[in-house]
């Protein structure tokens, strides 16, 4: 293996194995026992049929979102609208799912199609503020995040009608559940939605390495300046970026709709999925393969961490601030590099002396 | 109810929740200023949320009554700054996406507050405070006929806050270190080749921005909501930001845009009861701070330039 593969793979398993470290020393100022706490996180992971099926559940949006930060990533823009996104897509889908009667290979698509252009249209804004009025991206997906909130509210409160906090349940035809993957697993509520996230990766993996587009917007990623010399559009490479971010974004919605929670709900505030997203993202390294990993990865902390509260009396909490310290350690992986340089310097000085 | 009648009500409800914009927004200021991105203001207010509702919680039970709220946001100071190192160290130091950082510690911020309130109360939220920082009515001002609307039902900390926008005015343009902060977050190189320590100066920017947060944040949560929970501070944060931006990253600008946007917020919460605005549908007004951020960005208001080295770790003898 060469040194930047190595160094790609190390990052990310130093900085996991440092967010727990963090973890652990918080649970011990808290009072608690991290032995008991690890183990009963564990155990809410994946120590159950059931555990796996929670984990994989919870893993699905996080993969959808996951990849939209990471293909904007990909392609030299960050996208933090995505948890706006992300609501933008449930409300859409939620809206065809109670609203329409079709048969299933009509009706599920549709959903999923609905929460895919919804939430591209939201992405556009963004996007088309940058290229065209060089706006940084990162602040206009914030205000948006905030407008979506609010807007999804007000849709369902006065377009879809929504009594007592929480709208109708979608239809069967439209929905991801599946009988058959809860019962294997002590009924969860594990749905198909998982299998559409793998193949969401693989589509994504397709777009970025083996298309001529992805190529483009790579290379734009890497450097503007030579892209627009080759000939390419930057701004519409830019453009194009932010709106299939947002469809990733905006199917991240349609699994909560469509699959786990058949509906949605009243929010004061936001889901997580699009900030986890970008967690998701920087640990997987925005591929395909890392996404899913730190997808199920972090929904498993999610999903174990109810349980450490439960079995340990530890506020699941605890995984927020573990989740959170793994970031800043990915993100500082300058520091790391630096230390690991260092380290091997002075070993091959030795060797030299010798 | 004639004009100047909603004017009474209006006025000092969107002063109470300007207050922590501005405050906040000075704060943003300081740190980008100085060249650093801070997103996460969000969560330093979250901690200065939590410090503040904590500190008086204890200290009033300690029997210091009326003054701990007060005596609560030096602390929130202390701590937002304390705090803000989670920001400074990586972002200077270790190089890392300022941006990336703030998202992460806006995640630290709620999921530390929150588990520190459950290891203290065995709860999830806190109990409300007995003593909050009260609405008052100036004495004498309040008796001004039209003018009282800014001196009825007022709490002292909104005065604080618009006196701290003409110092940190006064600090930033008008002093020495206004000057090194300013270079050091237009053009490093060229201030560290004047001897100015880049380094020192972005932590103090940094820092700053983590007391003003943490005032911010105790400052909402002991005058507006008055306990503490995970939905204390939802957006208040990015809000300042919105501010700073639309302020120009001019503290003036943001005490302008702050109190414009705290105007928006009250009457989006409490239009319901008034004429005229009952008609306009609440969401317009919870939207309009954000949507005109976005207008503002796009040149619509006016051209807004964000300090040229904002977000780019500076790396000593690269160019």
Redesign the interface.
């Known amino acids: 293996m060469n040194k930047l593969n190595f160094n790609r793979l190390l990052i990310p398993l130093l900085s996991i194995l440092m967010g727990l470290l963090v973890g652990a020393i918080?649970m011990l100022i808290?009072?608690y026992d991290p032995i008991r706490g690890f183990s009963s996180l564990f155990d809410g992971m994946v120590g159950s049929p059931y555990a796996i099926g929670e984990t994989l559940r919870a893993a699905a949006p996080l993969i959808f979102s996951g990849l939209a930060v990471a293909f904007a990533f990909r392609t030299g823009l960050?996208n933090?609208g995505v948890e706006g996104q992300v609501l933008i897509g449930w409300v859409a889908a939620v809206y065809v799912g109670i609203n329409f009667d079709l048969p299933m290979f009509i009706h599920l698509p549709l959903a999923l199609l609905a929460a895919m252009f919804a939430a591209a249209a939201w992405a556009f804004?963004p996007g088309f503020?940058k290229a065209k009025?060089h706006?940084?991206e990162?602040?206009?997906s914030?205000?948006?995040?905030?407008?979506a909130?609010?807007?999804t509210?007000?849709i369902l409160r006065s377009v879809i009608g929504v009594t007592n906090e929480r709208t109708e349940s979608i239809n069967d035809s439209a929905s991801l559940a599946s009988p058959w993957l809860q019962e294997m697993t002590q009924f969860s509520r594990l749905h198909w939605g998982v299998l559409v996230a793998v193949l969401a990766a693989i589509v994504y993996y397709y777009i970025l390495q083996r298309t001529t587009l992805g190529y483009e917007l790579r290379a734009v990623g890497f450097n503007k300046h030579a892209s627009q010399y080759a000939g390419m559009s930057v701004n519409r490479n830019i453009i194009l970026s932010f709106v299939i971010s947002g469809m990733f974004a905006g199917l991240a919605g349609a699994m909560e709709g469509l699959g786990t929670f058949n509906g949605m709900t009243l929010s004061?505030?936001f889901t997580g999925v699009g900030?986890d997203g970008?967690?998701v993202a920087?640990l997987g390294a925005n591929t395909a393969v890392g996404v899913v990993l730190a997808a199920i990865l972090f929904a498993g902390l999610n999903i174990g961490g109810l349980a450490m509260q439960l079995g340990a009396n530890i506020?699941s909490?605890?995984?927020?601030?573990i989740?959170?310290?793994i970031?800043?350690f990915v993100?500082?992986?300058?520091?790391f590099n630096y230390v690991i340089d260092k380290f091997k310097g002075n070993r091959k000085k030795g060797v030299e002396k010798k | 109810m004639s004009f100047l009648e909603v004017l009474y009500i209006v006025v000092p409800v969107a002063l109470a929740y300007a207050t922590p914009l501005i405050i906040a927004a000075l704060g943003g200021i300081f740190s980008e200023r100085s060249g650093v991105?801070n997103?996460a203001l969000e969560g330093i207010m979250v901690i200065g949320a939590a410090t503040g509702i904590i500190t008086t919680l204890t200290l009033t039970s300690m029997g210091l009554g009326g003054l701990s709220p007060w005596i609560s946001l030096l602390v929130a100071m202390v701590v937002g700054a304390l705090f803000s190192l989670?920001l400074a160290v990586?972002a200077i130091?270790?190089?890392?996406?300022q941006?990336?950082?703030g998202?992460?510690?806006?995640?630290?911020a709620?999921?530390?507050a929150?588990?520190?309130v459950?290891?203290l109360y065995n709860k999830g939220q806190t109990d409300f405070i007995e003593y909050r920082i009260a609405k008052e009515n100036v004495p004498i001002l309040s008796d001004i006929p039209v003018l009282r609307m800014f001196f009825i039902n007022v709490q002292y900390t909104s005065f604080i806050a618009i006196i701290l926008a003409f110092v940190v005015w006064f600090v930033i343009f008008k002093t020495p270190f206004g000057l090194r902060l300013r270079s050091v977050g237009e053009h490093p190189m060229a201030a560290d080749t004047m001897g100015i320590n880049v380094t020192k100066m972005r932590f103090m920017g940094v820092m700053l921005s983590g007391a003003f947060g943490g005032l911010a944040g105790a400052v909402y949560a002991v005058t507006v909501t008055t306990n503490f929970s995970?939905?204390t501070i939802?957006?208040q944060g990015?809000l300042a930001?919105?501010a700073m931006?639309f302020g120009k990253w001019n503290p003036l600008g943001a005490l302008g845009a702050g109190l414009f946007f705290g105007f928006a917020q009250a009457l989006s919460i409490i239009g319901s009861n008034l004429p005229v605005i009952s008609n306009v549908?609440?969401?317009l007004l919870?939207?309009a701070p954000?949507?005109l951020?976005?207008l503002a960005?796009?040149?619509v208001v006016g051209r807004a330039d964000?300090p040229k080295s904002v977000g780019i770790p500076y790396i000593k003898g690269k160019r």
């Open positions: 918080v808290g009072g960050f933090i804004v503020l009025f706006v940084h990162v602040i206009t914030i205000m948006m995040n905030y407008i909130l609010y807007t509210n007000a004061a505030s900030f970008i967690a920087l506020p909490e605890l995984v927020k601030v989740i959170a310290a970031v800043i993100a500082s992986g300058y520091a | 991105v997103i989670f990586p130091l270790w190089r890392a996406d941006t990336v950082l998202v992460a510690i806006n995640m630290l709620i999921g530390l929150i588990f520190v459950r290891v995970g939905t939802v957006g990015f930001i919105a931006i549908p609440q969401v919870l939207i954000y949507a951020t976005i960005l796009a040149g964000a």
